[in-house]
């Protein structure tokens, strides 16, 4: 089984049928966002079931933690030894994080964001703009090539392009995460 997975799930509340299912999975962080400001306190979810969470999900979970507005764990999964459920349980404490970068950019920014997050993870090489369009259910490239730029206007990736010859390699920095993706 892959350890990793794409955010494309809301989160499961712990009593849900849900919950007990196998699979891998992870919330979007504006899901966990929004399940957070939701619950009420005591309640819990898994916002990930993987090897690892990383990048942007985590960086939204450690700053609700950081907040005081969730309780973040993990625990291993009973059907894959291998893997983790992340569980939030939310406390009493009022959501008053301030916004972040990630707040400030459109959801279709943050897709194109957690989708370069995992092809880091991977270890895989820097993805093209057609690329990501298609593993993103064949959207059009220029809007991955919008997301890229409103990312980079946030602050949160930093794209270098070498130009040789007609084709141009580039390399993704993804500045939260500490990750690159390089063409080579």
Known sequence: MIGFAVASHRPIDVLEPMAGMEGLFACSPNALSSWAMASGAGGRCIYARAARVGGSLAERARLLSRAGSIQINQSRNAHDAAVFDFIATR???????????????????????????????????????????????????????????Q?????????????????????????????????L
């Not at 093209?128 to 919008?146: D, E, F, K």
């Not at 130009?163 to 390089?182: F, Q, V």
Request: proline content about 5%; hydrophobic content about 50%; glycine content about 8%.
């Open 91 to 149: 406390s009493a404490k009022p959501i008053t994080a301030a916004a972040t970068p990630i707040d400030k950019v459109p959801a279709f920014a943050v897709e194109v964001l957690d989708l370069l997050e995992t092809v880091a993870a991977r270890r895989m090489k820097c993805p093209t703009n057609a690329q990501l369009a298609a593993a993103l259910g064949g959207i059009p490239c220029h809007r991955v090539g919008a997301a890229l730029r």
């Open 151 to 183: 990312l980079q206007d946030a602050g949160m990736v930093t794209v270098d392009v070498q130009r040789t010859g007609n084709d141009g390699l580039r390399t993704i920095h993804i500045i939260g995460a500490g990750m690159t993706l390089c063409a």
